[in-house]
């Protein structure tokens, strides 16, 4: 998985289905865009319709890149011309002016779920031969046609949080992987993101460890990580992150906040520093944001003898609950055990002033 989102100068397109011999043709990304675009919809179809079906085609493609989809399995490309898997591209043809002009105007722009850091992978069919339970491309047009606007279409089938986001960092397609091992002893932002990405697995593997505080410090907890990582998928069992068990460790992360999918449960925005996610905790919840959570609280309850110590174990009990109660208790807040962004931003400011 990438650090940040880019538009790639180039991108390079298999000429079928990823495990078909066939070619990959490397192109232009602005007239990959065009070419997808010609090749999918209308160029008679409203102005509005064809700008928000292209908004859902630059998501789709920069959500491939940034999750290292292919390039992570091994695959030598970016994204696949098969509609099955991905969109239409056809080596050679035409590219519509109508199109063009419309790709021109909006290329950088992306969509994204509040408080998540992919591009949303903005599923599409055609809505008459296929069905799927993201965008209709013939329902745009309909939509269009009785006066939507193409932000309106947009938040109309993915949800009235959408968020319309652009970006001018245009490079070429780079590897996540830094080029070097990491290692017992390893420091820095790499060991960090690794800390990250094997606490999320961990929501689904719990007997991954977790890594509390992530640190960007790789010592005995966060080596211990990634044997039991690599022992769960039959990798070589060093402790040690090269360039496989960091793809793997990339690709399973991806798979299980589902970031490639319409249902994303999202790459929370301030991993680690504070920021609440939007995401309201309440008992029977489970996933990275709880583990914070309780990371934060089981540091406050040393001070705070009243809240009984907290487990750090992904789920949202009635242990958890306890706890939240007597924080709120302890602290003049409703105690109603639910944790919005008043009770987190209490909890994280007490745990910073306390670790301070």
């Keep these: ?7 790639p100068r180039t991108i390079t397109v298999h000429l079928g289905r990823p495990n078909t011999a066939a070619e990959n043709l490397t192109v232009d990304f602005v007239y990959y865009l065009k070419n997808v675009a010609s090749s999918e919809i209308y160029p008679t179809w409203p102005y509005e319709a064809l700008r928000a079906n292209i908004w859902a085609q630059m998501s789709l493609v920069l959500n491939r890149v940034y999750t290292e989809w292919y390039r992570g399995r091994g695959y030598p490309f970016d994204i696949t011309n098969s509609t099955a898997y991905d969109q239409a591209f056809v080596k050679g043809r035409n590219i519509y002016d109508s199109v063009a002009a419309v790709v021109d ?7 994204q779920k509040p408080y998540f850091r992919e591009p949303y992978y903005a599923e599409y069919c055609d809505g008459k031969i296929a069905q799927c339970p993201g ?7 309909d939509l269009a046609n009785r006066g939507f606007d193409s932000t309106r279409i947009i938040r109309y089938y993915y949800g009235d949080t959408m968020q ?15 080029g070097y091992a ?5 420091q820095g932002q790499n060991v960090f993101i690794i800390q990250e990405l094997l606490n999320g697995i961990a929501v689904n593997y719990p007997n991954i460890p977790l890594i509390y ?3 960007g410090i790789f010592g005995e907890v966060t080596e211990r990580a990634v044997r039991t990582f690599q022992q769960q998928f039959n990798l070589s069992v060093d402790g040690i992150v090269g360039q496989t068990t960091w793809n793997q460790i990339s690709r399973i992360y991806v798979a299980v906040r589902k970031l490639a999918e319409l249902g ?7 991993y680690f520093t504070g920021l609440w996610t939007g ?7 489970v996933g990275i944001e709880v583990q914070q959570l309780q990371y934060f609280l089981s540091v406050i309850a040393q001070t705070y003898t009243n809240i009984p110590p907290v487990d750090i174990d992904s789920r949202f009990g009635a242990g958890l609950e306890r706890s939240m109660r007597a924080f709120q208790r302890e602290f003049g807040l409703a105690q109603d055990g639910l944790v919005g962004q008043v009770t987190w931003n209490t909890i994280y400011e007490t745990y910073i002033a306390l670790t301070q």
């Design 135 to 141: 965008m209709k491309q013939w329902g745009t047009l």
């Design 264 to 270: 994303s449960l999202g790459r929370p925005q301030g």
């Design 182 to 186: 990491l290692r017992r002893g390893s």
């Design 1 to 7: 998985m990438l650090e940040e989102i880019i538009i």
């Design 164 to 178: 319309f986001r652009e970006t001018d960092n245009v490079q070429y397609i780079t590897p996540s992987y830094p």
């Design 279 to 285: 995401r309201v905790l309440r008992r029977g919840d």
């Design 213 to 215: 505080p992530p640190d």
């Design 105 to 111: 105007e909006v290329i950088g722009q992306f969509l």
